[in-house]
């Protein structure tokens, strides 16, 4: 099934609400959300509940790491259960008068193994 700009629009919105605690947001890229998330490579295909489990872990499992990485830090989100890999990057700004990172989700794709050139990837199940 696709997802629409919308549901991916609806899931950023619903993860930015649960990473604003973290001082942390998403921001889905148009390369992301136009050109690899309903790309047919990706088999079988990408759901939005996979996409939010994956949001959910790395939240619960690297929101501290995250905040740590200096502004232009590019790393993979990488899930082992469903081979979905994002690779992302990081600029540190200002929200509600409080440092805060958001994260750039540059593209995405199913594949296993998935090289990356990026020094850090963080893991989830």
């Known amino acids: 099934m696709t997802i629409s700009r919308q549901g991916l629009d609806d899931l950023e ?14 921001s889905i890229s148009g390369h992301f959300a136009i050109d690899r998330v309903n790309d047919q490579r990706n088999n079988p295909a990408i759901t939005l509940p996979e996409l ?5 872990k790395v939240q619960a ?9 200096p502004d232009g830090t590019a790393f ?4 082992k259960a469903s081979k979905i890999n994002i690779p992302c990057f990081i600029e540190l700004t200002r929200k509600y008068n409080k440092p ?11 594949k296993d ?7 850090h990837i963080l893991e989830v199940n």
């Open 13 to 26: 919105a619903l993860v930015n609400e649960d990473l604003d605690k973290d001082c942390l947001e998403i």
């Open 52 to 56: 939010e489990d994956i949001f959910k």
């Open 61 to 69: 499992s690297h929101s501290k790491t995250i905040q740590g990485f």
């Open 76 to 79: 993979v989100i990488k899930c």
């Open 100 to 110: 805060w990172a958001r994260i750039t989700l540059a593209t995405i794709q199913r």
């Open 113 to 119: 193994p998935f090289l990356t050139n990026d020094p």
